[in-house]
C-alpha cells in the first residue's frame, strides 16, 4: 500500500509537470470547471431563498448535503472515473488487453492512466461553499463530529469509487454498461441532493437499501445537523462510514469477476 501512494504521487508530479507545459489551457479548464459548479450553488441558492426551506432543511444545510455528495464525487473522480467508470471503452477497444500484459494489477493501472484534473474546480467550489455553510452552522460541530465528518468524507469517497468500478465492471458482461450507470449512479443519486424524507417510502429504501447513496450525505448529515429523530436514522449515520467499505469490498469483487470471464477481443 505504501508503494502504491508512493507511486500514485511521483505519477500526480509527473503529471503536474506534463499539465504546466500548457498553462493556459490547464487554468482555463479549471476556472471553467470552477464556474460551472459556482453556477449550480448559485442557482441552489436562488431556488431555496425563493421556497425558504426544504422539508425543514435551510441553505446551508442543504448546502452540506450537496458539498458532501459532490466532494466526494469529484475526489473519486480524480482517482477512477475516466478509466474506470468508463472500463467499456478500454474493453471494446481491446486496449484492456494491453493492461493484462504487465506485471502490475490492472486496477491500480486503471488509476494511474488518467488523472482527473478536470474534477479540481469542483472540489474547490464545493469546499469553498460546505467551509461557508459550516461557518454559519458552527454550534452543530465539536471535536467528535468533525472527526465523524473526516470519516464520512473518507466514506463518501470509497462508495463513489466502488459505484464507479463497478459500472465499469459490468462491461465485461454488457456492451454499454455506462447507460445502466448513468440511471442508477447519475440520476439515482442526484436524488440525493434533497433530504430523501421528501420522496416516497420506497425511493429512500431504494437510496438506503438497494443504491446507498444516502449513505454518501444525507445520513451523515443528518448526524452533523443534529436532525435524528429516530434510532434508525442514528444507526444508519453511525455505520456510514463503514458501508463505504463494504462497498469497495463488493466493487472488488465485482472486478475480479468480470476480469476472469474477460477473454479479450481476439485481435
Known amino acids: 500500500m505504501k508503494d502504491f501512494f508512493s507511486t500514485y504521487w511521483l505519477y500526480i508530479r509527473v503529471f503536474f509537470r506534463g499539465r504546466v507545459e500548457y498553462r493556459l489551457s490547464f ?23 425563493g421556497i425558504g426551506n426544504v422539508a425543514g432543511w435551510n441553505f446551508s444545510e442543504l448546502s452540506v448535503l450537496y458539498g458532501l455528495s459532490l ?12 478509466t ?35 474534477f479540481i474546480g469542483q472540489i474547490i467550489v464545493t469546499i469553498v461553499f460546505l467551509v461557508t455553510a459550516f461557518s454559519k452552522l458552527s454550534n452543530h460541530l465539536n471535536g467528535c463530529k468533525i472527526i465523524y465528518l473526516i ?31 448513468d440511471i442508477f449512479y447519475y440520476d439515482m443519486r442526484d436524488m ?12 429512500q429504501y ?19 445537523l443534529d436532525k435524528v429523530s429516530s434510532r434508525y436514522e442514528f444507526i444508519l449515520g453511525i455505520i456510514a462510514p463503514l458501508i463505504g ?8 469483487l465485482i472486478f475480479n469477476y468480470g476480469l476472469k470471464k474477460y477473454s479479450g477481443v481476439g485481435n
Open 245 to 252: 467499505v463494504i462497498m469497495l469490498l463488493l466493487s472488488l
Open 27 to 49: 487554468i482555463l479548464g479549471l476556472l471553467s470547471n470552477f464556474y460551472c459548479y459556482f453556477i449550480t450553488f448559485a442557482t441552489y441558492w436562488v431556488l431555496i431563498s
Open 71 to 82: 466532494l466526494t464525487y469529484a475526489i473519486a473522480g480524480t482517482l477512477i472515473w475516466y
Open 84 to 118: 474506470g467508470y468508463h472500463m467499456g471503452d478500454l474493453v471494446q477497444s481491446g486496449k484492456l488487453d494491453v493492461f493484462l500484459m504487465r506485471p502490475i494489477g490492472v486496477l491500480r493501472q486503471l488509476i494511474f492512466q488518467r488523472f482527473g484534473d478536470t
Open 151 to 181: 470519516l464520512s468524507i473518507i466514506g463518501g469517497v470509497l462508495i463513489q469509487v466502488a459505484s464507479m468500478i463497478i459500472v465499469g465492471s459490468l462491461s465485461f458482461f454488457i456492451v454499454k454498461s455506462t447507460e445502466i450507470g
Open 192 to 203: 440525493t441532493q434533497y433530504p430523501i424524507e421528501i420522496f416516497p417510502k420506497v425511493i
Open 206 to 224: 431504494i437510496l438506503t437499501f438497494v443504491c446507498p447513496w444516502a449513505f454518501i450525505n444525507y445520513y451523515p448529515s443528518l448526524l452533523l
